[in-house]
């Protein structure tokens, strides 16, 4: 990935082949499933370990450098897109995720009611649905 070492480098992180091959593979975008990232990087790499994909997924998002996402029901899955606070829509029919900008100006989702004492920095918001294929399916099975 151009930039990617001294990206890595900005946030305090050695660079290694692993993480630049995991940075490379979440700039393609998309919201990927560790086995999804670990095939890919394995394309980049003669060998990596599940483990060591694991590993680099969590220092990038320690570094704000990458986000993990748990959708209910859903393995964990992971994008480059980290530090904005934007959100997603996930299909309930196939399970595909979109992202969601979050509202210019005022975000009263960062402005809770009561917060029990804590400094809030970022607000985690999950639209279900169905997407335009799964629609058009269920429109076709009635």
Same mark, same amino acid.
């Given at each position: 990935?151009?930039?990617?070492?001294?990206?890595?480098?900005?946030?305090?992180?050695?660079? %290694?082949?692993?993480?630049?091959? &995991? *940075? #490379?593979? !979440?700039?393609?975008? $998309?919201?990927?499933?560790?086995? /999804?990232?670990?095939?890919?990087?394995?394309?980049?790499?003669?060998?990596?370990? %599940?483990?060591?994909?694991?590993? &680099? *997924? #969590?220092? !990038?998002?320690?570094? $704000?450098?990458?986000?993990?996402? /748990?959708?209910?029901?859903?393995?964990?899955?992971?994008?480059?897109?980290?530090?904005?606070?934007?959100?997603?829509? &996930?299909?309930?029919?196939?399970?595909?995720?979109?992202?969601?900008?979050?509202?210019?100006?005022?975000?009263?989702?960062?402005?809770?009611?009561?917060?029990?004492?804590?400094?809030?920095?970022?607000?985690?918001?999950?639209?279900?649905?169905?997407?335009?294929?799964?629609?058009?399916?269920?429109?076709?099975?009635?």
């Amino acid at each position: 990935m151009p930039g990617g070492e001294e990206l890595l480098r900005s946030r305090g992180l050695r660079v %290694t082949r692993p993480r630049l091959a &995991v *940075l #490379g593979v !979440l700039a393609e975008g $998309g919201h990927l499933e560790v086995d /999804e990232i670990t095939r890919r990087v394995r394309k980049r790499l003669d060998s990596v370990s %599940t483990q060591a994909v694991y590993d &680099v *997924l #969590g220092a !990038l998002s320690r570094a $704000g450098l990458s986000r993990r996402l /748990e959708p209910a029901g859903s393995p964990a899955r992971y994008e480059a897109r980290a530090g904005d606070n934007h959100h997603h829509v &996930v299909c309930r029919g196939c399970g595909e995720i979109a992202d969601i900008d979050c509202a210019v100006g005022a975000a009263p989702c960062l402005d809770p009611n009561t917060a029990h004492g804590f400094e809030v920095d970022e607000a985690e918001v999950t639209f279900w649905g169905l997407c335009p294929t799964c629609q058009r399916r269920r429109t076709a099975d009635v």
